[in-house]
């Protein structure tokens, strides 16, 4: 079994010289303020986007409340089973 050697890439710490004037280059501003708008105010959603979105829903319990619902439940069960 062969172990091939690892590929070798050289990178160039040098600019491109055929490409360096790229980098002088301004975009139109009204290109500009067209991303920066749309980056700035988030899409309204859609009503089927809003209806589907997670919710979420935080209940606090005392364990002291926890134990007068269980006792509740348990006496409530009893009278059902019982009739």
Do not use: C
């Not at 690892?6 to 067209?34: C, K, M, Q, S, T």
Request: glycine share 4%; charged share 15%; net charge positive.
């Amino acid at each position: 079994m062969s172990h091939a050697s690892p590929a070798i890439i050289e990178v160039a710490e040098e600019p491109v010289y055929g490409l360096a004037h790229l980098r002088d280059v301004n975009p139109p501003a009204a290109l500009v303020a067209r991303v920066m708008t749309r980056v700035s105010d988030p899409a309204t959603p859609t009503l089927i986007q809003w209806l589907t979105r997670p919710m979420k829903l935080e209940l606090r319990v005392s364990p002291l409340a926890m134990l007068a619902m269980g006792t509740l439940l348990a006496v409530g069960l009893a009278f059902f089973v019982a009739r």
